[in-house]
Antibody, heavy 124, light 110 residues
């Protein structure tokens, strides 16, 4: 059974870099042709798509965060990671990693498998 | 890219049908049949209910259906049940090869 688990610091200081890792079990990032995604949700607010990554390292980022976001993959550890630099209080959110199902039009964006989410608070 | 537009809230009585709209632009919903819908009860991760406008993942009841006309997609829930009470989000692929979510709609079952 496919499982995703986010890990990383729950508290980050303003102006520093938020770093999270998603560990995948029950599927292989390197052999399954999916775009693995990061999505966040500020407390009491809606979902925001951050970006995604293919096993080859190909990435796409939402324009509003593109200058601060880096998503990378480590196929040897079956993990993919998120880095968000120069964080402010507005980056406080629950961060989810997710894997889509395959559709007729591709294998990205239809997120069926989700991690439980991890709350990251930006505060001094 | 701007968030897709959803009504903040909808409501219905058990057994009734409700429809949630999701309005985008020609850069997303209007051009691509890559619209999905998620259900999110409080404190849980979202659950995929519909993808590619009309497709239901296995295990999703056929009471949930999706459609699209122009730049507006819709999720219809028929035979409303108390367990359907949750937040619902739409999402669409965009011309920038990215994805965008709607602002979310709170469904209340009266």
């Amino acid at each position: 059974q496919l499982q995703l688990q986010e890990s990383g610091p729950g508290l980050v200081k303003p102006s520093e870099t938020l770093s999270l890792t998603c560990t995948v079990s029950g599927d292989s990032i390197s052999t399954s042709s999916y775009y693995w995604g990061w999505i966040r949700q500020p407390p009491g607010k809606g979902l925001e798509w951050i970006g995604n990554i293919y096993y080859s390292g190909s990435t796409y980022y939402t324009p509003s965060l593109k200058s601060r976001v880096t998503i990378s993959v480590d196929t040897s550890k079956n993990q993919f990671s998120l880095k968000l630099s120069s964080v402010t209080a507005a980056d406080t959110a629950v961060y989810f990693c997710a894997r889509p199902v395959r559709g007729n039009y591709g294998s990205s964006g239809y997120y069926y498998y989700w991690g439980q989410g991890t709350l990251v608070t930006v505060s001094s | 890219q701007s968030a897709l537009t959803q009504p903040p809230s909808v409501s219905g009585s058990p057994g009734q049908s409700v429809t949630i709209s999701c309005t985008g632009t020609s850069s997303d919903v209007g051009t691509y049949n890559r619209v999905s819908w998620y259900q999110q009860p409080p404190g849980t991760a979202p659950k995929l209910m519909i993808y590619e406008v009309t497709n239901r993942p296995s295990g999703v009841p056929d009471r949930f259906s999706g459609s699209k006309s122009g730049s507006t997609a819709s999720l219809t829930i028929s035979g409303l049940q108390a367990e359907d009470e949750a937040d619902y989000y739409c999402s669409s692929y965009t011309s920038s090869s990215t994805w965008v979510f709607g602002g979310g709609t709170k469904l209340t079952v009266l």
